[in-house]
């Protein structure tokens, strides 16, 4: 299908949706969400697929939160349906998703677009990238799952001092906090994306699928659950030929041919 509002592509493993609404700094609306969903839809169909990119068009924003001509239109009962379906439900989607997920963030990334990014298991940003959970200046708090994640990324009280104050912090102490991974040069954030995403297409994907599964499971249960669960992944991933073909290749000292079956 056509999309007006996200460009989505496919390429040798690797699928992009790049919000493409710049004349709004790439807010999400509706539709944004809805065809975001449609398109993880299709890649979710697609077993080529084996890394997800998400990133703003432009150089100006990645997403600078939720379109306010969206929000100033909800009842009370209206915001729970819109945040339950197009919110929360669908970060929570991308952060269990069975591919790997990488945020190229570049310029503003406020509010829905800092949870966008939190629900990503990759985050780089560009020097130019300016993060900050801006709703309390507006009259509410986040509500895509930012009071939940953002503590569990940066520790209690950063997360506290930026939704308690709407501040906005640039991309180096992004890094600092270890919001993001590491900072580059704008220039750079496409090439650096891509070299992570080439680096995962080249391993096993059940593998990467199962360690994603359990590593997400860490966060929601007690460590000997979380280890029980490792130990019954790790022998699933003995249940396919990848295992056999990595150790072959390295004694071959060959580069080995994953398959994921």
């Not at 003995?238 to 056999?244: G, V």
């Amino acid at each position: 299908m056509a999309f007006q509002n996200i460009i989505f592509e496919k390429d040798k493993g690797i699928a992009r949706i790049i919000i493409n609404r710049p004349e709004k700094r790439n807010a999400l609306n509706r539709e944004t969400r809805k065809e975001m969903g449609e398109a993880l839809e299709q890649i979710r169909k697609d077993e080529s697929i084996r890394v997800l990119i998400f990133r703003g068009t432009g150089e100006q924003s990645f997403i600078a939160g939720a379109d306010v001509n969206d929000l100033k239109t909800f009842s009370p009962l209206g915001m729970f349906h819109y945040m339950n379906s197009l919110g929360q439900k669908l970060y929570n989607e991308i952060e269990n998703f069975p591919v790997p997920t990488i945020a190229l963030i570049n310029g503003f990334c406020f509010d829905g677009g800092v949870e966008l990014a939190l629900s990503c298991n990759i985050r780089l940003a560009s020097e130019n990238a300016k993060f900050g959970q801006t709703e309390i200046l507006l009259g509410f708090i986040p509500g895509g799952g930012a009071t939940q994640k953002l503590p569990r990324l940066i520790g209690s009280g950063l997360a506290k001092e930026l939704m308690f104050t709407g501040k906005v912090i640039d991309a180096r102490e992004a890094e600092r906090i270890r919001l993001v991974n590491r900072t580059v040069a704008l220039k750079d954030l496409d090439q650096e994306g891509l070299a992570i995403a080439e680096k995962i297409c080249s391993l096993s994907p059940i593998a990467i699928r199962l360690g994603k599964e359990v590593m997400n499971y860490s966060f929601q249960a007690p460590l000997h659950a979380g280890l029980a669960y490792e130990l019954m992944a790790e022998t699933l991933c003995f249940a396919t030929e990848d295992p056999a073909e990595g150790l072959q290749a390295f004694i071959e000292k060959r580069k080995p041919e994953f398959k994921g079956g």
